[in-house]
């Protein structure tokens, strides 16, 4: 099992839909998790963190799932901005280094 | 956005040459990164530092070295650039959560 482990999509959802991804990680030991959106041929930028059950920002919602060692992102109302790769990152625990999945690619569409 | 600039932005080698990137920050923090993207790969940790002279590898170091001799400069050097080394090459500040530089996008042929 890969240490981090997304869908790579693309999710192709019209404008107004709510859209969801998970990500699996394999270390039951990590405590944080974040999400990254990437807009092609830019850089990764910081769009949430999860360090307990949850957290919400507007129409972002991220859960966590340590029973199952899964997060999720949670895209209400999309937007055709919201057309991006989101990164799922898990910390190595004990360490200031970081697992990137591979990304999930999301297509809001007119 | 934090203050992380990379140089150069775009640059073409050839195998065999040596090439430096430099990642420069303004945010005085005392956790840098490298990182390659490639393809099917996601993000990779080349090297890291946690302090002036303090570095350490990541998961795909090989061929790859790093310099840190003041806070706000971190350097990535390919001592003898191959054609698997073409990527795009990411620094990142940050221990907890990280924010990137734009990139830089070398080919080597």
């Known amino acids: 099992r890969k240490e981090v482990e997304q869908d790579p999509g693309p999710f192709n959802v019209p404008e107004g839909a709510t859209v969801a991804f998970n990500c699996t990680y394999s270390?039951?030991?990590?405590?944080?998790f974040f999400w990254y959106r990437q807009d092609c041929r830019k850089e990764p930028k910081l769009l949430m963190s999860?360090?307990?059950s949850g957290n919400e920002d507007g129409r972002f919602t991220a859960q966590l799932n340590r029973a199952s060692q899964y997060i999720s992102l949670l895209i209400r109302d999309s937007k055709l901005s919201d057309s991006a790769t989101y990164l799922c990152?898990?910390?190595?625990?004990?360490?200031?280094?970081?697992?990137f999945g591979t990304g999930t690619r999301l297509k809001v569409l007119a | 956005d934090a203050g992380i600039t990379q140089s150069p932005r775009h640059k073409v080698t050839e195998t065999g040459t040596p090439v430096t990137l430099r990642c420069h920050q303004t945010?005085?923090?005392?956790?840098m990164y490298w990182y390659r993207q490639d393809p099917g790969h996601g993000l990779r940790l080349i090297h890291y530092s946690y302090g002036v002279k303090d570095t350490d590898k990541g998961e795909v170091s090989d061929g790859y070295s790093v310099s840190r001799s003041k806070t706000e400069d971190f350097l990535l050097t390919l001592e003898s650039a191959t054609s698997s080394q073409t990527s795009v090459y990411f620094c990142?500040?940050?221990?907890?959560?990280?924010?990137f530089g734009p990139g830089t996008r070398l080919t080597v042929t």
């Open positions: 990142a500040i940050g221990t907890y959560e990280q924010y």
């Open positions: 270390n039951s030991a990590s405590q944080s």
């Open positions: 999860v360090y307990s």
């Open positions: 990152v898990v910390p190595i625990s004990g360490t200031y280094k970081y697992i």
């Open positions: 945010e005085n923090h005392r956790y």
